[in-house]
């Protein structure tokens, strides 16, 4: 069970906008800040989200991220079939001194 | 363009070690903290490790201290995880990734090697 919590799915057609939100604790999200990344089948992670809500350099601003308290969320608008993937927010934990990330969101574009 | 690549997985008995390399190029090495991050058959990303860019401090998940050591030699451009001690749900893809830091609690994987595979039974 992991401390940082991920739908397990979630699904769109393309050009849609979805969410995907990340539920922690105070020790981790309440407290630092999170990092999204995206994970393609075949492909190594790449950060896609950085510091809750910055795009690293080359990454389209159809992707978008927030944090409020202890939860944070990925948006993606203009859905498309290449952006199907496994997607996972991180943040450092306070008590476990390490990073946590949360159980993975399967995205599906249908 | 950053490059990172991991070497050394491979079959080990329960009980064994193994010892992974991960190489970085085209960037400062000795400027940057390292982590390792596996992910086992089926499941999802889990931290391993963790190394600043001096080499002290260095921080681990629950589930490998006390077994995992990770160490780096700046003049080889080079981090390493020594696992010993291996289990069955050692078994994973391991990935080595530059660590780019804001400060306490903030650390981001900028890049990610292609991984190296363990499979302990």
Redesign the interface.
Known sequence: Q?VVTQPPSASGTPGQRVTISCSGRRSNIG???V?W?Q?LPGT????LI??SDQR?SGIPDRFSGSRSGTSASLTISGLRSDDEG?Y?C?S?D?S?????????TKLTVL | EVQLVESGGGLVQPGGSLRLSCVGSEFTFRNYGM?W?RQAPGK????VS?ISSSGRPT????SVKGRFTMSRDNAKKSAYLQMNSLRADDTALY?C?RVTS?GS???????????TPVTVS
Do not use: C, K
């Open positions: 992991s407290s630092n800040l990092f990344y994970h190594a992670p790449r950060l950085s510091r690293p496994d996972y991180a450092w306070d476990l001194s390490g990073v946590v990330f949360g159980g993975g | 982590s991050v999802g990303l889990e931290w963790y921080y681990y998940a629950d990935y990734a804001y609690g903030t650390i981001e994987f900028d890049y990610w090697g292609q991984g």
